[in-house]
């Protein structure tokens, strides 16, 4: 399996697989996180059910084709990330993709739970934890590179620095185009809806 240049002309350092391309709405949050960072990455679809060789090539090739860090996103009965760090001492985070019928606790519960001697860093279910795998892919990296630890600190600095600017949450929501209501306008509201009633 060839490493392919990415969009930045950089060979990929960090690997994103799911295992159905319905998985994409939550992995492409890691995506854009990494490309955010200036991380050069690759993503592809291997299911560890479906496509059990793919996945065996993918991971036992990875480290020789430049890949640092995968990322594993899968959904329901979720082997990817766990069968992917079996065949690799790469590290390998795992995002539980939310399911339809478990909401993700399934997801969660069979990547995290892995025997002991066989880690898999296993984040939130959903777009939360595709946002932190790829931070954490991120702070993994910047031990060695410190232009990508000098981007991940700067993204944190300006989290921050968003949060201090914007203190009052009803300022925030209405700049957002939200509505917020305080508890008396809600009283309000509600006593004259009764009162129309009577
Ligand atoms: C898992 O099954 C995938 O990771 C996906 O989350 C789930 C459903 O896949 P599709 O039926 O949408 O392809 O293997």
New binding site residues.
């Given amino acids: 399996m060839a490493n392919d240049l990415t969009l930045t002309g950089k060979p990929a350092l960090v690997g994103i697989i799911?295992?159905?391309?319905?998985?994409w709405e939550t992995l492409e949050h890691a995506a854009k996180t990494l490309e955010e960072l200036g991380v050069p990455h690759e993503t592809r679809v291997v299911?560890?059910?479906?496509t059990p060789d793919l996945l065996f090539e993918y991971a036992s090739s990875a480290e020789k084709r430049g890949i640092e860090v995968i990322i594993a996103?899968?959904?329901?009965?979720?082997h990817?990330p766990g069968m992917t760090a079996s065949q690799t001492a790469l590290p390998v985070l795992g995002v539980p993709?939310e399911?339809k019928a478990l909401k993700g606790l399934d997801?969660l519960l069979s990547i995290a739970q892995m025997p002991g001697g066989v880690p898999v860093g296993t984040l939130a279910i959903g777009k939360a934890g595709a946002i932190n795998a790829a931070l954490l892919a991120a702070a993994i990296l910047g031990a060695k590179h410190p232009e990508i630890r000098e981007a991940y600190r700067k993204f944190r600095a300006a989290q921050t620095a968003r949060v201090l600017a914007n203190p009052d949450p009803k300022a925030a929501a209405r700049a957002l185009g939200l509505s917020v209501a305080t508890q008396s306008e809600k009283t309000t509201s509600s006593k004259n809806k009764k009162r129309k009633r009577a």
Avoid: F, K, T
């Fill in positions: 799911m295992g159905s391309s319905s998985d299911s560890a059910h479906r996103g899968a959904g329901g009965a979720a990817l993709v399911s997801s």
